[in-house]
């Protein structure tokens, strides 16, 4: 059964560091791996999907990468604004139909 | 992507009473989900809902509790019946596919979901 770990549970830094998210997950055979924001009261943002084929994607000032054969994925932030104070959620697609499996998530908070 | 909205917001039952939660989505999708977030936890898969038959229901939810409803590629409702504090969460509709096929390479859009109070 895979399961999924999110390292560290809560993060609080201040403006303008770049920071590491981690993620693990047990069952190396994944179909993709996505990364997600959350919000109080406005759901799931999608960030960024990384295929299994793929080692890494990047958008603006993020950066996640996947490593499958360790079980790993980390989201790095860089140049942290206190906007990006949310909780950050990885998921797995373990068996294909879009079927997520969430880690419990990273609270950030970035402070002025 | 997808504009996905949820009905109703929040809401405050009692203990006993069945309450049903609507997703609509702006554009047709192949695929849509339901999961459910307990307090302090993360998201766990309720059931997928496919446009013209009967939703799969992951391991721990059964039809008679969380019975669900797809009428076309736009909509969706889950009713949870016969409720009780443990079913208190946050629930979220989410959706994949809006490229018309499922794909196994397919962004989820989630919905802003449902905060339910079970008293």
């Known amino acids: 059964k895979q399961e999924v770990t999110q390292i560290p549970a809560a993060l609080s830094v201040p403006e303008g560091e770049n920071l590491v998210l981690n993620c693990s997950f047990t069952d190396s055979a994944i179909y993709n791996l996505q990364w997600f924001r959350q919000d109080p009261g406005k759901g799931l943002t999608s960030l960024l999907l990384i295929q299994s084929s793929q080692r890494e994607q990047t958008s603006g000032r993020l950066n996640a990468s996947l490593d499958k054969s360790s079980g790993r994925s980390t989201l790095y932030i860089a140049a942290s604004q206190p906007g990006d104070s949310a909780t950050y959620l990885c998921?797995?697609?373990?068996?294909?139909?879009?079927?997520?499996?969430f880690g419990a998530g990273t609270r950030l908070a970035v402070h002025p | 992507s997808a504009v996905i909205s949820q009905k109703p917001s929040r809401d405050i039952c009692q203990r006993g009473t069945s309450l049903t939660i609507q997703c609509q989505v702006d554009?047709?999708?192949?695929?849509m989900f339901w999961y459910r977030q307990q307090p302090g936890q993360s998201l766990t898969l309720i059931a997928t809902?496919?446009?013209?038959?009967?939703?799969?229901?992951e391991s721990g939810f059964v039809i008679d509790k969380f019975p669900i409803s797809r009428p076309n590629l736009t909509f969706s409702t889950l009713t949870v019946s016969n409720m009780s504090p443990e079913d208190s969460s946050i629930y979220l509709c989410s959706v994949a596919g809006t490229s018309g096929r499922a794909g196994i390479w397919d962004t989820q859009y989630f919905g802003p979901g449902t905060r339910l109070t079970v008293l």
């Open positions: 998921a797995v697609d373990s068996g294909g139909y879009n079927k997520l499996i």
């Open positions: 809902a496919n446009q013209g038959s009967e939703a799969t229901y």
């Open positions: 554009s047709q999708v192949t695929m």
